[in-house]
């Protein structure tokens, strides 16, 4: 098989040496190119349309989050972005997942890392996940609106969703379609470093008609709210005690793991569930999608068309599973025809 073409962009010469170094030692892989500037990415990306690329954050003349928007607008292509390990780091991570990143990379030491060995595995594998995702032009979404947000009464109804690789973008697309006074809770869990959690609940309820926030332990859940699981620890669902948080054990890598929500959900709210699963690289969300159906409530995966990557819904397709297999829009448009709005 082909080698995977990976631009290398960094301005500091010694990590792009570094990142060259370990992406050439994989024998399915080899450097294409490197550029030390945004600019010289963009350009570079059209003249050898490369596989992958590696993408700085923090560079001079074009940073690149300026340069993944020229990208993914004039020549669409799979990025991985290095990023810093720091709040700014995190909301400049963000806004490139938004634009259309594939994923990202943390630097271990900083902006000019010493210890990118330590992420050697991690790079390889998110370079060979993006050698495979779907990218496409990206339409960015509008300004951030300032609305009046529901109170909420006890919910009676949940949707649990399960969310990976390539969703949060889909999240910031499909979560501000739900209306304020939907007739559920909403439960989020996106596989994400603790960092980021914070920033990417704060950009969601900005644009969202429910409020959006991170759920604590012990509270009860409430309709007019969308939850989002907090990094690091597992989340469990039940009536009598609503939200309950554990640093139990990482499941297949994982903490918090959709399934053990999404599986809890459907044991406390049963046919009133829906459990949706979205772009991501695994298995996540196949037992909690089990769980659901077991207790008569109903699936809804992305599809493949709009997926980055297709292999969590695509488990819960191949397991026959999904109720429906649906673009996220039209999952909005499913919730809000089986949840129902309150009457309150």
Partial sequence: ?????????????????????????????????TADNGFD????????????????????????????????????TPVLMLSAFSKEGADITLDCLQSGAVDFVFKPGGTVSLHLDDVKSELLRKVRIAAGAKVKKIDYSPAPKKMKKP???????????VASTGAPSILAKMLPMLPPDLDAAVVVVQHMPIVFISSLTARL?????????????????????????????????SLAHGVSLSES??????RPYGSLAMSSGAEAFGKDTIGVVLSGMGSDGLEGAKKVKEKGGMVLVQDEDSCVV??????????????????PEKIAEEIIKKMGRSKQ
């Fill in 41 to 76: 990415a963009v350009r570079k990306t059209r003249q050898l349309a490369p596989d992958v690329i590696t993408m700085d954050v923090q560079m001079p003349i074009m940073d690149g989050l300026e340069a993944l928007r020229q990208i993914m607008a004039y020549k669409p």
């Fill in 205 to 237: 309820d900005a644009v969202c008609a429910l409020s959006v926030k991170e759920a604590e332990d012990g509270e009860l859940l409430r309709t007019g709210h969308i939850y989002l699981a907090p990094g690091g620890v597992h989340l469990r669902i």
């Fill in 249 to 254: 054990a990482p499941i297949d890598g994982l």
């Fill in 151 to 161: 109170r909420g009464t006890s919910a009676k109804k949940l949707v649990c969703i």
């Fill in 310 to 327: 297709f292999g969590m819904p695509k488990m819960v397709v191949d397991a026959k599973l999904a109720d429906k297999v649906l673009p």
């Fill in 1 to 33: 098989m082909a080698k995977i073409r990976v631009l290398v962009v960094d301005d500091s010469p010694f990590m792009r040496r570094v990142i060259s170094e370990i992406i050439s030692a994989d024998p399915g892989m080899m450097v294409a190119d």
